[in-house]
C-alpha cells in the first residue's frame, strides 16, 4: 500500500465564512504539506449545529476553491460520522476510561477551580453518580499524568491533565459530541500524520493525546501556527466580527496571510498561480512567526 509519509488537513467548523484568520490557518496547513509532497484533506467539523450558520460549509468550500486549493479525496462532514464517535465512547466505557456525569454547569462553577481552559471537574461523579441522578454528559477518565509534546513552532507543551484541565466532556448533556472525541477519531481515520493548525488549540492538544492514548491510536505531529488578533487582542472569528475574505480579492488575500506566515512575496500584484508557485518553493517553517500577529487594520 502507498501510504504518504505526510497527511495534514484543514477542519473548519462552519460557524462562518472564512476570514483572515482561517484562510491563515488554511495557507499554513496546505503549503506544509504540499511543499513536502504531502496529501492535504479537507473536514467540515459540523457537530455543533445550533452554532452553525447556514450555507457555511459551501461557502467555504468555494472560496478555498477559488483561491486556487486543491484537496485530496472527499470531504469529510463529521454531522455523517456519529456511528463511529458511538463506538469510540462504547470503547471506552468498557475500558472503564469513561463516566456518566449529572453534574450541571451551576453546580461545577459553584465548587471548581479555574484551570487551563475553564473550570476544571472537580470530580463530583467519577466514582458514581449521586443516589437518584440521571446521567447527564460523558467524561473522561483522566490517568493521574502529565502530557507533554513538542510542538513544531511553539516548542515544548505541557499539562498535568487531571489538575490543569479535570475530567473533560466527551458527549454534552445536549446530546451533542465534544469536539476534543470527534477530532480525534476523525484525525485518526483519515490517517493524519501532521496536524497543523491555529495556536488556540495548544491547549487542547494534550486532552488529544490522552485520549489517542487510552484509544490506542497513534500521535501525529503537531504544528500550531501564529493567531490572528484583532485591535483589541481578540482571536479573529464570528464572534468578534472578523470580516469574512472575497474570493474576488484572492490575490491580494493570499499574499497578505503569506506575509503574515513570514513569506513575503517577492513582488507586488503577483497573480495566483504565480503566488502559489513561489510560496510552495520558498515554504520554511522555520520562517513562521510562533507568537500573535495583530492586524490593525484589514481588507
Ligand atoms: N474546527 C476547528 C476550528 O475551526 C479546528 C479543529 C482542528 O483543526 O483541530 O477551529
Known amino acids: 500500500m502507498n501510504v504518504p509519509l505526510y497527511r495534514g488537513r484543514f477542519a473548519p467548523s462552519p460557524t462562518g465564512l472564512l476570514h483572515a484568520g482561517s484562510l491563515t490557518t488554511a495557507v499554513g496547513s496546505y503549503l506544509d504539506a504540499r511543499s513536502q509532497g504531502g496529501e492535504w484533506l479537507l473536514r467540515i467539523e459540523d457537530l455543533d449545529t445550533p452554532r452553525q450558520m447556514p450555507g457555511a460549509a459551501a461557502a467555504i468550500l468555494s472560496t478555498l476553491e477559488a483561491f486556487g486549493f486543491e484537496w485530496d479525496g472527499e470531504v469529510a462532514y463529521q454531522s455523517r460520522r456519529h456511528a463511529r464517535y458511538d463506538a469510540a465512547l462504547a470503547q471506552l466505557i468498557t475500558q472503564a476510561d469513561a463516566y456518566p456525569c449529572a453534574c450541571t454547569r451551576q453546580q461545577i462553577a459553584a465548587t471548581a477551580l479555574r484551570g487551563a481552559d475553564g473550570y476544571v471537574y472537580p470530580g463530583a461523579c467519577r466514582q458514581g453518580l449521586p443516589h437518584g441522578a440521571a446521567a447527564r454528559a460523558w467524561r473522561l477518565r483522566l ?55 491555529g495556536a ?77 508557485q513561489w510560496a510552495l518553493a520558498n515554504w520554511s517553517r522555520a520562517r513562521v512567526p510562533a507568537g500573535p500577529i495583530v492586524i490593525a487594520c484589514m481588507t
Request: aromatic letters at 6%.
Open 143 to 197: 490517568p493521574d499524568e502529565r502530557i507533554a509534546f513538542v510542538d513544531a513552532l511553539q516548542g515544548l507543551y505541557a499539562q498535568e491533565l487531571l489538575q490543569d484541565i479535570g475530567d473533560f466532556v466527551l458527549k454534552r448533556a445536549d446530546g451533542f459530541w465534544a469536539y476534543q472525541l470527534a477530532v480525534v477519531i476523525d484525525d485518526a481515520d483519515q490517517g493524519i500524520s501532521d496536524v497543523v493548525r
Open 200 to 276: 488556540d488549540l495548544l491547549v487542547s492538544t494534550p486532552r488529544q493525546i490522552a485520549l489517542m492514548q487510552l484509544l490506542g491510536l497513534r500521535v501525529p505531529r503537531y504544528c500550531h501556527l501564529p493567531l490572528l488578533l484583532n485591535a483589541s487582542a481578540e482571536k479573529l472569528s464570528k464572534q468578534t466580527l472578523a470580516p469574512a475574505i472575497r474570493a474576488e480579492h484572492a490575490a491580494a488575500e493570499l499574499a497578505l496571510a503569506l506575509a503574515r506566515l513570514g513569506h513575503q512575496p517577492p513582488e507586488p500584484d503577483m497573480d495566483l498561480p504565480a503566488l502559489w
